[in-house]
Structure formats: C-alpha cells, structure tokens
C-alpha cells in the first residue's frame, strides 16, 4: 500500500511540474498588472525549441537554455502588441496561442518521431534513500527543483523585498507607481518576458524530461490549466503550489484509476481535470472578498503615461 | 493546420501542372492518392504506410504518381481531401485509418470511377475494398514472451479507443500470457486517443505504479517504451521497430507492413483488373512481422520464433476455446475458433484482464 502511494506521489509531483513552472510566470506577469493569455503557445515554442536545440547539439543543458529564449521572444512579441502598441491583452493573448501552436508545429515538421537526449534524473546520496520522503521529493530531474526554488524566490520576493513591492504597485495602480517615478512599462516587460521564460521552462521540461519526444501540441492543454491556476491560486504563491499538486495529481489519477480496474468509463475518467477546473473555479469565484483582495487590480488595464 | 494547407497546396501546384503540359507521346503514369491520420514522420502507424508507398514507387519506377495528404483528421476534412484527389486525377485512393469510413463512401459515391481502398473498416461497395492487419497475432506472440519473463506475472497494457482491433489485442496478449503462464493477469488503460505522448507515457506509469513488470502498447507514439526504460522495465514497440527510442528495453514489436498489399493493388488497377475485396493479412501474408527478439534470453527468444511460425502454418489460431470472459462465462466452447465476423465484433474481455474497455 505504501508502495503504491509513493508512486502515485512521485508521478503527481512530475505531472505538477510544468503547471508549476508556467503557473509561476503567469503569476509574476499578472502580479505587473499584465494578463497574457499566450502561456499555451509559449509553452510549444520553448517544448520545440527545447528538443530541436538539445537534438542538434546533443546537450540538454543548450536545449533548455533555447526554451527560455524562445519563451521570452514570444513573450516580448505579446508587450510589444499589448503594451507598447497597446492592443486588447485578452485577444492578443490569444493569438500568441494560436501563433505559438501553429508555429511550433511548422518548425517542429522535422522533428517528429525522432529520439533527443533526456534530462538525467539526480540521485541524492542519503536524501534519495530516505523511505517515503526519499523518492517523492529527491529522485527527480534538475527542472523540479528549479521549480521549487524558483517559485520560493517569487513568494520571497513579493513578501519582502523593494522590487516585489514595486511590481504589485504596478499592478494595483499603475498612475500612482508612475507618479512616484516608477517606470511602468519597462517593469511590466519584465515581469512579462519573465513569465515568458519560465512558460518555455515549462515547454522543455514537457519535451526533455517528461516525454522525451517533440509532438504537435504535446502541452495538449497544460497552459490554459497554469493561467487557471493563477485565479484558482488567487493570486497567492503557496496556493500555487497546492493547486498544481492538485491538477497533476488529477490528470494522473484518470489513468490511475483506470489501472486500478474500477467500473468508470475511460472517456469520463479522461474529462476529469478540466471538470475539476471548472468546478474548482466556480468555487473559488463564490468568494468575492478573497478574489477582490489579491487581484492585481490593473489586471488587463493598458497604461498611458499622462503628463 | 498551417502544414496541412501548405501540403495540400504543393500539392495542388504538383499535380495540376501536369494536366496543362499533357505530354501526347508517353503514357500518362496511373496516380496514386493516400490520406493519413497523423505526420509521415510519427514513427508509428503513418510511417510505416509511407513506407509501403515509397515502396510501391520504388517497384513500380514512372509507371504511377503518388501524393500524400498528412495530418488529415477524422472529419469531415477528409473527405474534401479525397475529392480533391479524385477531382485531380487520382485514379487509386488508400485512406489508412478507420475513422474515414463514412467519408470513403461519400466520396466512393460521388467518384465511381475512382478505386477506394479502406485501411482496417468495414463498409464496402463496388469501388470500395477493405484491408487490415491481423494485429492480434503478433499480440498473441508478446503475450508468450511476456508469460515467460514477467516475474510477477503481471503485464500492461496501454491502449488507445475502446474498438473492436484494440479488444482482440488485449485479448490475444492475455492468451498468449496464459498459454505459458495460467496464472498471469493484466492491466489495461485507455487513454481515449492513438496519438499523444505525454498521456501515454502516464499511462505507462500508472500501470508500472500498480505493480505491471511488462509493458506493451497499442498508441502510436515511443513514449510508453521510453517511461518504460526509464524504470528498467522491458516492453514492446507498436506498429514498427522502436528499439532506437530506449537502448535495451524493446524486446520486439508488432510490425505493419503495408507493401505488399500496396503493390498488389496498384498492379490490379495498372493491368485494370481491380475489384472489390476484403484482406485480412496476418504473418502468412507478410503483411505482420517482427524484428528480431532482444533483451531476452534465448529459449525465450526462440520460444517467440516458434510460436510466429505456428501461427503462420494455421496450426494455432490464437481465438481456440475454450474461452471464459471476465466474468467466468465460457465465450468461445472448446473445440471451436472463433470466427473473422466474431472476431471483427469482440466487446468482452478474457478472464485474467482486470479494467474495462468502454
């Protein structure tokens, strides 16, 4: 019994690891003030990117490297539109999605059906070996910690640093932010191409670590789930942490089940994470004073600088 | 979607051109159109029937023309892509995958003229034939390895939609299982799709995480073989020869092999003597083989080799009662072999298989 619960452990902390990593950046972007909706799609860019680098080289370390770049050009392509040229950010979200799937799939054309080299997994002396603990939280490859510590430096930072709080000034009110002489727009590039980096993250950990292979839309869904997290989380670090755990161990858990050979039809058991989505957001949007206190409440809003 | 239209429209530009500079002194090569589920490069089910057609090129050299259409969903879209095949000239049309059923006849209807060869369906009309795979044999054989190396007597299987091939397969690997080992079980998953790696790989976690020490697969993508070699496990490849996705874990796979009925068909309509027909190959006809056993101990191995070759001679026909379903009733009485029409029809489980298949 205890066997078969710290592997179902151990696949739900890998199945989170991509919604983590991409929630995470979503946060920081939203935290700005700036909602992209292009998660999915810079997610593909960074998978593919991720796998051809990594293919061609023959060093993963590269391969990861080039989904960060590909994350955050897609993600500087969004602020140029939504912020700079100002462009509706809900539809120009959007079409990075769109852009991205459509894109990866082209320059992915030849890198279909072929091997690439894989993450290693680390082996921690002592820690791995610890019964239960040991292999749930350290027999995994270098991008789940990565995941861990990023999303630690985050929470860090919004709670008690200056530039957390500039970042959620500029958020809440970006007129007030600017009249201290806060420069809102390269702030909110920032906080942008960041969460376009850590969605590529995202991407490469699907594409070097998780399945070792490059699919067309291989992230089937996972960065609309991060954005969702982002609200279901409202807004909040740790929560993010716990709903990630929660959606990797419920797309897991549909094929788990079925393993197991309980009487459910596979087609509802495959349905079950994105009835667990809506469900749990419904819940979440009930309480109005929670969402209301930590949204970002220039969310979407473009700025303009006046005088 | 950005790929498919590009395709279509080199394709459009290679195959209307012609028609405009129609040479009068040589005879015109006989087109020859094939529509596919996924990319020619999916290394599975769509490579190995682009395999056959650069095969069928290579025997027949300029006597024919071949075109391909990739990614072509089961919808609606896929009829429009065999219009357009037919309204360009394409005299031969190979739709290689179940779900353009209803699609073929629509467009075999519309184009009488045009020959239609339907991959692994059932409705036929007079320019319609039918063909598939008896995939179930080679499930037999993994079954058989999988009963002698499996030490705890449990394999998993992960498979794709709950249609009548997918049940043979399981079936058929859970008697092979059983003809060496009586006591051995299995676990299925589905995972509602042919193609998706992510999702197949979970699947074979789950069936690793619940104690399966085998894995074989019935989708279309290296991913469970690979989740599968990252714990040391072995398993098989599907629909042709994965041994290079994970060094030392493959120990065979069910190869399609596509070709020889291919060449074939496209002989009868360049000597017009096509009809319509109804294939159903297995290793006899060498449309199922498999490539060399690995990572295997030899008696093992050889064990492999004699049971392909007794279901070559029809000395075993794999569906021989007596058969008990999951629930203890006997399905298939002793003595008896089940039948193709029965067969093409299965929506129970052998007695061993724990999961369902709805």
Request: proline share 7%.
């Given at each position: 019994m205890t066997e078969l619960l710290v592997a179902f452990l151990v696949s739900t902390v890998a199945a989170a690891t991509p919604l983590l990593l991409a929630a995470t950046g979503e946060l920081v972007a939203e935290k700005a003030g700036v909602l992209n909706l292009g998660v999915e799609g810079m997610m593909l860019a960074g998978a593919i990117a991720g796998f051809a680098t990594a293919n061609e080289t023959g060093v993963t370390t590269l391969g990861v490297l080039a989904a960060l770049l590909a994350g955050t050009a897609l993600a500087l392509l969004f602020a140029v539109v939504s912020l700079t040229l100002q462009a509706n950010q809900t539809a120009t979200g959007l079409a990075l999605t769109i852009f991205g799937r459509g894109f990866s799939a082209l320059l992915g054309a030849g890198y279909v059906g072929i091997p690439a080299p894989t993450l290693p997994k680390l082996h921690i002396p002592l820690l791995s070996d610890i019964p239960i603990l040991g292999p749930v939280v350290?027999?995994?490859?270098i991008l789940v910690y990565l995941s861990f510590a990023i999303l630690g430096a985050v929470a860090w930072c919004f709670r008690s640093t200056h530039l957390g709080l500039i970042l959620r000034a500029v958020g809440d009110s970006h007129d007030a932010a600017h009249a201290l002489g806060y420069a809102v727009l390269p702030i909110r590039y920032a906080a942008v191409a960041f969460g376009g980096a850590l969605a590529g993250l995202a991407g490469a950990y699907m594409s070097?670590?998780?399945?070792p292979l490059w699919a067309q839309?291989?992230?089937?869904g996972r960065g609309w789930v991060a954005v969702a997290l982002v609200t279901f989380a409202a807004w909040r670090p740790f929560w993010l942490l716990i709903g990630a755990w929660f959606f990797g161990a419920l797309m897991y858990l549909s094929l788990y089940v079925q393993a197991l050979g309980v009487a459910v039809p596979s087609a509802l058991l495959s349905a079950l994470p994105y009835i667990g989505t809506v469900v749990v957001l419904v819940l979440i949007s009930r309480d109005r004073r929670l969402i209301r206190l930590h949204r970002?409440?220039?969310?979407?809003r473009p700025f303009q600088a006046r005088a | 979607m950005l790929r498919r239209q590009f395709t279509r429209l080199v394709g459009a530009a290679a195959f209307g051109a012609p028609a405009l500079f129609r040479p009068a002194f040589a005879a015109d090569p006989v087109k020859v159109g094939f529509v596919y589920l996924?990319?020619?490069?999916?290394?599975g089910w769509t490579y190995q029937h682009d395999i056959a057609r650069k095969a069928a090129v290579d025997h027949y050299g300029d006597k024919i023309k071949t075109t391909y259409v990739e990614n072509v969903a089961e919808g609606p879209d896929a009829e429009k892509v065999m219009n357009d095949l037919a309204n360009s000239g394409h005299k031969l049309i190979f739709a290689t995958s179940f779900g353009y059923m209803n699609y073929v006849v629509n467009s075999a209807r519309k184009h009488p003229a045009v020959f239609y060869e339907h991959a692994t369906g059932y409705k036929r009309a007079a320019n319609i034939s039918d063909y598939n795979i008896r995939f179930y044999q080679g499930r037999y054989v993994q079954g058989v390895i999988a009963g002698k190396l499996s030490k705890a007597g449990l394999a998993g299987y992960v498979g794709s939609v709950p249609v009548p091939e997918v049940v043979q397969g399981v079936n058929a690997f859970m008697l092979g299982m059983q003809s060496v080992n009586p006591q051995a079980r299995m676990k299925v998953v589905l995972i509602n799709s042919w193609y998706d790696p992510p999702k197949e790989g979970d699947a074979a976690k789950a069936l690793m995480d619940q104690g399966c020490d085998i894995i074989t697969q019935h989708t279309d993508s290296p991913a469970p073989l690979q989740a599968a070699a990252s714990r040391g496990i072995k398993g098989f490849g599907q629909s042709?020869?994965?041994?290079k996705f994970a060094t030392g874990t493959q120990l065979s796979a069910s190869t399609d092999n596509w070709a020889p009925y291919y060449i074939k068909r496209i002989g009868d309509v360049l000597d017009g003597t096509w009809k319509s027909t109804d294939t159903w190959g297995g290793f006899d006809t060498g449309m199922l083989s498999m490539p060399p056993f690995a990572n295997m101990p030899e008696d093992v191995a050889a064990l492999g080799t004699a049971t392909i070759a007794d279901i070559k001679s029809g000395k075993n026909k794999v569906f021989v009662g007596p058969i008990a379903d999951q629930s203890g009733t006997v399905k298939v009485a002793e003595g008896t072999t089940m039948d193709d029409d029965a067969l093409s029809h299965m929506q129970w489980l052998v007695r061993g298989v724990d999961g369902k298949v709805t």
């Open positions: 350290f027999g995994h490859d070097l670590a998780y399945t839309d291989m992230t089937a970002p409440a220039m969310l979407g | 996924g990319p020619v490069g999916d290394f042709t020869d994965m041994a």
